[in-house]
């Protein structure tokens, strides 16, 4: 086995897992808080990276020639209106579905899911689209007797520091202030929180708002890293993101995290050495497998159903 | 709501739409550029402003006395009769006018009416699983491609025909079920769906990437069925005679769709046939039962693992025999037959049709292809309209657009 195949394999296994991180953060909260799979949150990601692509275009018509200023400006826009597609998207199909049985919601999540992707398709076309690369240029990373592991590129480093940073943000919101608490208070048991003063729909609607902010986060990071994505990307994304929730416990933002890590380091080091075929099936397996022999992941507690 | 009340709430939503749209329909990517489409986003809000309007005075129509009448007839609630739905002689006449079908339509029609009659069979499969048992199956076009590829491969390396295919298929599918099903049922119902997702997905994938036996995207042909050992084709391909040469009539280029047609809707009303009568075996109560409360029925006694397990396994087996219908009818598969978009668009024939309701399903699968062969022009928002209808109907009428009855037994005066 070559060191620097390793390293290397390694390196974009990290820019890959911080990238699952951020998606699973909002599968894991909305679970954490409703108990439901949000299916259309890897169409929420699809559609982050359209608007990341489209917003990057107009600034760039407009003028804005400094990078960091333009992905500044981006990266705020993109935040916002992915998170007001967020907030639509569980004002319109779920929230109407709160008290209704197990299943309603779970089918409403897929009606949107197909209809974000198709409208998405109709009005951008089915094309791949792309957007230039940005940020060029890369750093060697050297093991100690002076031979080259692997190399870094720029938007790898700054995708890992932005998945840090905004990671950071969301556990320090969640811990300290006191939506976090609300947020946290909703969790543990809505009925409760409620009588206690806390309007859980806005709680609840805040929650699909930060999901998919984060998500938004990925999709530009995402499309700065590879540079070319389709209507369809939320879909294979969406359940690797899934599975890094399960993996690392769902309902626990730290799990989420890790799961995402290990999952994108598994699947590098997979499509690396073994197959690159066969990585989308390696990530389904590990789902499957995780679900069977451990079903409350690596941080996540065994859930207690009360009658 | 007064006029003035409804406007500001049309125009909020109108707004909203007219916003949320901007970025992603008033600009289109063109390369690294965009090209502007505003008027996109202003027909989008336009479009929601107005349907807001006519809803809401579809709503108010409908509080008025004489129509609210009609509503409470209209809306959809168990009944419980003694009569079934339909008499037996309005099936009688039913099922022959679907056999006299194939006398008058064109090939192409014909070819139309099995792919419905095959998404009829896949709905009711799939409504014994998401209907009857409430386990959320995703990825349930997969055991349709074990079905279609099982015939295939089993033409192909054991000499399988048409009709031992049949069984051996279900078979093969209710084994993958069951052994995808034994671990991930016994787990919160959520789960399953994400699970059986990522199995069709691997299901698809091991299709397309192993070239050495599938055939990958290139895919592999599938014999037409043999009617008692006689072939429907004009050359005998698999040892038999043709059913021209030994009848000595002309060669029939339609006569391979005819068959499978017949045996389809014969298939298909004997299913029909078991699914009520499995609704009101001790089994189909479980299921029901199980899909309304499980904690209750695991303290009743019911074994939650296995009855989730049959009805998993048997919708898996009906979707076995519809892909070997497929197969034969097409005479080709390749794995883009059997994408997310097929499970999606066979939960939303179940979830048109009414979850539960096995006469609703069919007249979805029926309508849907037959509105899909008719609207042609207009294919590019038919996945649109099936995701919209699916939330439209998850709120406004989860239990389907026909009501569903239900059989009760009484004890007679006589007795």
Same mark, same amino acid.
Request: no cysteine; glycine share 12%.
């Given at each position: 086995m070559n060191g620097y195949i390793v390293g290397q394999q390694v390196i974009n296994g990290l820019v890959l897992g911080a990238i699952y991180g951020l998606i699973a953060v909002g599968y894991t909260m909305v679970y954490g808080i409703m108990g439901m799979i949000n299916f259309a949150h890897g169409d929420i990601y699809m559609i982050s990276a359209y608007l990341a692509a489209i917003f990057l275009a107009l600034l760039t018509g407009a003028g804005v020639q400094s990078v960091p200023v333009a992905l500044v400006l981006v990266l705020a826009l993109t935040i916002l209106f992915t998170a007001f597609y967020g907030w639509t998207v569980e004002r319109v199909a779920y929230r109407p579905l709160r008290n209704s049985n197990r299943l309603a919601p779970l089918i409403s999540a897929i009606g949107v899911s197909l209809i974000l992707q198709n409208y998405v398709r109709i009005s951008q076309g089915a094309r791949n689209q792309g957007i230039p690369a940005l940020i060029e240029g890369h750093v060697r990373v050297n093991a100690a007797d002076g031979v080259t592991i692997g190399q870094v590129t720029y938007t790898q480093i700054l995708i890992v520091s932005a998945a840090l940073l905004s990671m950071g943000a969301l556990a320090? #919101?969640?811990?300290?202030?006191?939506?976090?608490?609300s947020c946290r208070a909703t969790q543990q048991d809505r009925v409760m929180a409620?009588?206690?003063g806390i309007n859980t729909d806005h709680i609840i609607a805040t929650v699909f708002i930060m999901g998919a902010a984060m998500a938004a986060v990925a999709g530009l990071l995402v499309t700065l890293n590879y540079g070319s994505f389709d209507f369809f #990307?939320?879909?294979?994304?969406?359940?690797?993101?899934f599975t890094a929730a399960v993996l690392g416990g769902i309902g626990s933002l730290p799990g989420a995290m890790l799961g995402g890590v290990i999952l994108g380091l598994c699947e590098s080091l997979f499509s690396g050495f073994v197959n690159t075929d066969y990585k989308d099936v390696f990530a389904f397996a590990v789902l499957i497998l995780v679900l069977v022999v451990r079903p409350s992941g690596l941080l996540g507690h065994p859930e207690v159903e009360k009658v | 709501m007064s006029i003035a009340a409804s406007l500001k709430h049309a125009a909020r939503w109108g707004g909203l739409t007219l916003l949320l749209s901007l970025p992603l329909s008033g600009w289109m990517l063109n390369g690294y550029q965009v090209t502007t489409t505003w008027h996109r986003p202003l027909w989008l809000a336009g479009g929601v402003f107005v349907g807001t309007l006519l809803a809401m005075?579809?709503?108010?129509?409908l509080e008025m006395p004489p129509l609210r009448k009609l509503r409470w007839r209209m809306q959809t609630k168990i009944t419980v009769t003694r009569r079934p739905a339909l008499p037996a002689w309005e099936w009688g006449v039913l099922l022959t006018i679907a056999a006299t079908l194939p006398l008058w339509l064109s090939t192409y029609w014909l070819n139309v009416m099995i792919l419905a009659l095959i998404y009829a069979v896949l709905g009711l499969g799939l409504n014994i699983v998401v209907g009857l048992a409430g386990l959320l199956d995703l990825g349930y076009v997969a055991f349709y491609a074990v079905g279609a590829y099982g015939y295939a491969l089993g033409s192909q390396y054991l000499g399988l025909g048409f009709w031992t295919a049949l069984p051996f298929c279900a078979l093969l599918a209710a084994t993958f079920g069951t052994v995808l099903g034994f671990p991930v049922l016994r787990m919160r119902g959520d789960y399953l769906a994400i699970v059986t997702l990522g199995f069709g997905e691997i299901i698809r994938l091991l299709l397309n990437n192993g070239t050495e036996i599938t055939g990958g995207p290139n895919g592999l042909p599938a014999p037409a069925p043999t009617l008692f050992g006689l072939e429907l084709t004009r050359v005998a391909g698999q040892g038999g005679t043709p059913w021209h040469t030994f009848f000595n009539v002309t060669y029939n280029p339609n006569l391979r769709a005819v068959v499978i047609y017949m045996v389809l809707l014969a298939f298909l009303a004997l299913l029909f046939f078991c699914v009520g009568r499995l609704q009101r075996m001790p089994i189909g109560r479980a299921w029901e039962a199980l899909r309304e409360d499980e904690i209750a029925c695991r303290s009743l006694g019911i074994?939650?693992?296995?009855?989730?397990?049959?009805?998993?396994a048997m919708g898996a087996a009906i979707g076995g025999i519809g892909g070997v219908f497929f197969a034969a009818a097409q005479g080709f598969v390749n794995p883009t037959s059997f994408t997310f978009f097929e499970s999606a668009l066979i939960l939303a024939v179940v979830v048109l049709g009414g979850l539960g309701s096995?006469?609703?399903?069919v007249v979805a699968a029926l309508v849907i292809n037959i509105l899909h062969e008719l609207l042609r022009e207009f294919s590019d928002y038919r996945v649109l309209v099936f995701g919209m209808a699916m939330v439209v109907m998850m709120i406004w009428r989860p239990r389907g657009l026909l009501s569903m009855r239900r059989q009760f037994f009484a004890v007679g005066k006589n007795l």
């Open positions: 320090w #919101i969640m811990r300290h202030t006191t939506l976090g608490r409620e009588l206690l #990307i939320g879909f294979v994304v969406g359940i690797k993101a | 005075a579809l709503a108010r129509l074994n939650h693992v296995t009855v989730k397990l049959s009805a998993f096995s006469g609703g399903v």
